[in-house]
């Protein structure tokens, strides 16, 4: 069972460059979300999906998107990188109330991101 | 808003000593509450977590906390550390079902453990 996954594990990109973040779960999840983590911050919620076609912006959301076509992905993007963005990205994901979820993320291993 | 406080950022014990990491949160609605823990260049796994019942909780590894509603606070203790236990500890805190955070997890700024030989 793979659980969530994410790639690429590392990524250096140029300022102004785009890229997209893939996140994929094989748990059967409804809520998928991505945070970033920054050392002293904790961890920040950028955005957040309940379900395929439903997404919504989290406390970080400026200057990234995302879309949630399938319930499995999850992918985010940057449209134009920039130097605050450095940052290592999780991708979570858990069941919803509904289906007995107890609100508990299920995390990938990381995306470590550089923006020179 | 739901706010959470780890009072250390950093805490330096001895093999074998107690520790304790302290988390304070604010919320106006009744919560979930979770310790995640963070191994060097890992994802989050998570520790324990209290959602209802009895305010004690336990992990497989021997850390346990305390729900203190009066307090507002979900302190993780162990009574003897190992030094495999070095790793950054994250409190965190979400809604009850229905509520508007449910499944979005608000995080502590995180504590680091560095337990010395």
């Known amino acids: 069972n793979a659980g969530v996954t994410q790639t690429p594990k590392f990524q250096v990109l140029k300022t102004g460059q785009s890229m997209t973040l893939q996140c994929a779960q094989d748990?059967?999840?409804?809520?998928m979300s991505w945070y970033r983590q920054d050392p002293g911050m904790g961890l920040r919620l950028i955005h957040y999906?309940?379900?395929?076609?439903?997404?919504d912006q989290g406390e970080v959301p400026n200057g990234y998107n995302v879309s949630r076509s399938t319930t499995e992905d999850f992918p985010l993007r940057l449209l134009s990188a920039a130097p605050s963005q450095t940052s290592v990205y999780f991708c979570?994901?858990?069941?919803?109330?509904?289906?007995?979820?107890?609100?508990?993320?299920?995390f990938g291993e990381g995306s470590r991101l550089t923006v020179l | 808003a739901q706010s959470v406080t780890q009072l250390d950022s950093q805490v330096p014990v001895f093999e074998e000593a107690p520790v304790e990491l302290r988390c304070n949160y604010s919320?106006?609605?009744?919560?979930?509450l979770f310790w995640y823990v963070q191994y060097p260049n890992q994802g989050l796994q998570l520790l324990l977590k209290?959602?209802?019942?009895?305010?004690l909780v336990e992990s497989i590894n021997g850390f346990e906390a305390e729900f203190n509603k009066s307090q507002t606070s979900f302190h993780l203790r162990k009574p003897s550390v190992h030094i495999s236990d070095t790793a950054e500890y994250f409190c965190?805190?979400?809604?009850?079902?229905?509520?508007?955070?449910?499944?979005?997890?608000?995080f502590g700024q995180g504590t680091i453990l560095t337990v010395h030989p």
């Open positions: 209290y959602l209802s019942g009895s305010t």
């Open positions: 979570a994901s858990s069941y919803s109330a509904g289906t007995g979820g107890n609100g508990e993320l299920f």
């Open positions: 999906s309940v379900g395929a076609g439903i997404t």
């Open positions: 919320s106006s609605v009744s919560v979930y």
């Open positions: 965190a805190v979400s809604d009850h079902p229905g509520g508007t955070s449910y499944g979005k997890l608000t």
């Open positions: 748990m059967n999840h409804e809520y």
